[in-house]
């Protein structure tokens, strides 16, 4: 079946600091999503991509849609505490009846 | 409502006992997903519902695992003779027909023991 490969694993990064993860699929996919999950919480969308080469931010967020379709990054500039969390990418194709596949998550810690 | 909702919160079962989880999708979505969380990895895809028909249930334990989303009701989840692997936190979301995007409940943790 299909997999997503999502990394890093976790990152502990410096308050202000630039993050950065991404994801490669052995498959294509039409649509991108990055969700991020809270303790306690479900995943919460961040950022969807439709496009191959796309390019959307969403304040100090900022995701691409890989050319080849089977990548996606996720940056996060000047991290905040409240950056603290699991980022997951999920992917979608034509061919898996709307389901989304998920990467295994980037878990984030920033040190204030 | 505006949000996926899903009860209960919490469960504790015995094993070999019965577990039945519910959720409410958004009004207006008519795609109803099941997800299983175990810790914080990834989300296995277990069932898909487009209103009350099964659309993709290729997650599915079939042994144990049944769902339903019948007309005027939440939709429900329900595993039989649970097993300390069924430990974990299943997750419902909803979208609108030909979306792309799901939207998340906050999870319903069921505890094996």
């Known amino acids: 079946g299909q997999q997503l490969n999502q990394s890093p694993q976790s990152m502990f990064i410096q308050e202000g600091e630039d993050v950065s993860m991404n994801c490669t699929s052995s498959?294509?996919?039409?649509?991108w999503l990055w969700y991020k999950q809270d303790p306690g919480e479900g995943p919460v969308l961040l950022i969807a991509?439709?496009?191959?080469?796309e390019l959307t931010s969403n304040g100090r967020l900022t995701a691409q849609f890989g050319i080849t379709r089977k990548d996606s990054f996720l940056n996060i500039s000047a991290s905040i505490p409240s950056d603290v969390g699991i980022y997951f990418c999920?992917?979608?194709?034509?061919?898996?009846?709307?389901?989304?596949?998920f990467g295994q998550g980037t878990e984030l810690s920033v040190k204030p | 409502g505006e949000e996926v909702a899903q009860t209960p919160k919490h469960l504790v079962r015995g094993e070999g006992q019965k577990a039945k989880l519910y959720c409410a999708p958004i009004?207006?979505?008519?795609?109803v997903f099941w997800y299983q969380q175990v810790l914080k990895n990834e989300f296995k895809f277990l069932i898909s519902?487009?209103?009350?028909?099964?659309?993709?249930e290729t997650g599915m334990p079939k042994e144990r695992f049944s769902a339903k989303c019948l007309p005027n009701s939440p939709c429900s989840l329900e595993i039989q003779a649970t097993k300390l692997e069924d430990s974990a936190v299943y997750f419902c979301?909803?979208?609108?027909?030909?979306?792309?995007?799901?939207?998340f409940g906050a999870g319903s943790r069921l505890t094996v023991l």
């Open positions: 979301a909803s979208s609108r027909p030909a979306a792309n995007v799901l939207t």
């Open positions: 498959s294509i996919f039409n649509t």
């Open positions: 991509l439709y496009k191959a080469g």
């Open positions: 999920a992917g979608k194709s034509y061919n898996q009846g709307g389901k989304l596949i």
């Open positions: 009004k207006g979505h008519s795609y």
């Open positions: 519902f487009q209103n009350e028909n099964v659309f993709d």
